[in-house]
């Protein structure tokens, strides 16, 4: 157990008894334990292999290379369809975990050997995103537009088109597009400062 990442399990919320006993199984495996992202994630020698997190309605378990996992019973959850490679085992309360220990273990275990094997999920490329119809407007009323677009990294392109996307209204897609235009210009990506 590591001192720093204490707070998140000492702070009074919710899942507090939740996540204490996934900590407990976690650490019954020969997993390093390290604050990222605000959250206690745990290593094995090879590589990062899950995270512990807490949402309003439940608590969870993130594998980060969850897509290559085998999931007979279909307990791990694609948070949202462009999450590629993560996948969650999610908890509503303490006796599912204890109910589910030994599984979660088994999923743990699996996790470990992905990483150490060194599998890598094969992620989709960039041209196969779908191109908002406002943004593809854009591109034919400005080439500049189009060409500092197409000089972006991949994950900042990736983030822009997912980002674009979401909304589902054309007037609020229209409005990022314009909101980042300037970022792009400047070879930013959306969230960079």
């Not at 998140?8 to 939740?18: A, G, I």
């Not at 006796?95 to 989709?124: P, S, W």
Request: charged letters at 30%; aromatic letters at 12%.
């Amino acid at each position: 157990m590591s001192p720093k990442v204490d707070f998140f399990f000492t702070k009074n919320h919710k899942w507090q008894p939740e996540i204490e006993h996934l900590r407990e199984i976690v650490l019954s495996l020969p997993l390093e334990e390290e604050l990222k992202w605000g959250c206690p994630c745990y290593f094995s020698a090879h590589g990062k292999i899950v995270l512990i997190h807490v949402f309003k309605e439940y608590c969870a378990l993130l594998f980060f290379k969850g897509a290559l996992m085998a999931d007979g019973d279909q307990l791990l959850v694609q948070q949202t369809e462009n999450v590629q490679s993560a996948r969650q085992l999610r908890f509503k309360n303490l006796d599912e975990i204890i109910q589910k220990e030994k599984r979660i273990k088994d999923y743990l275990c699996e996790a470990i050997k992905i990483e150490k094997a060194g599998l890598k999920v094969v992620m989709k490329k960039t041209t196969e995103f779908k191109i908002p119809e406002e943004l593809e407007h854009f591109f034919q009323q400005e080439p500049d537009f189009k060409k500092a677009f197409e000089a972006l990294t991949p994950g900042r392109q990736r983030g822009y088109l997912l980002h674009f996307s979401a909304p589902k209204q054309e007037k609020t897609r229209i409005s990022r597009i314009e909101k980042f235009k300037e970022s792009i210009f400047q070879g930013k990506g959306w969230n960079d400062k």
